[in-house]
């Protein structure tokens, strides 16, 4: 049987997103319909609460990561696409911490200079 994107993405045990980095926090403007199956917390949560991401990082792991998106803004800022990988531990909604391996590219965003 061959799978549209659409219907093969939410069987992965992936989670894509895009999402805008500032300030060494990242605020999300999509994420896939997997979120919900790894981490039972719907997608909207983490797209209308700016905060919620982060407040889920396991407190150990966010000196790390923030200082990781520090860089990647920085890197963007002068003209580069940089890519990143982080490990780290982020919170599901029954209170156990999953390890996540987050890889992803900077995308400038012609539209809007991003």
């Not at 963007?76 to 531990?89: D, E, I, L």
């Not at 209170?95 to 996540?100: L, R, T």
Request: charged residues 15%; negative net charge; hydrophobic residues 40%.
């Amino acid at each position: 049987m061959l799978y549209t994107a659409d219907q093969l993405l939410p069987r992965l045990p992936i989670m894509p997103y895009v999402a805008t980095v500032d300030a060494g926090n990242m605020f999300f403007n999509y994420i896939g319909l997997s979120f919900n199956a790894l981490y039972q917390i719907e997608p909207d949560t983490l797209l209308n609460d700016a905060a919620f991401w982060q407040t889920h990082v396991h407190p150990e792991d966010w000196p790390g990561i923030e200082a990781a998106l520090h860089h990647l803004q920085e890197q963007a800022t002068q003209g580069a696409s940089p890519s990143y990988k982080h490990s780290y531990r982020w919170q599901g909604a029954d209170g156990v911490y999953h390890w996540i391996l987050d890889t992803g590219r900077w995308v400038h965003d012609a539209d809007t200079g991003a």
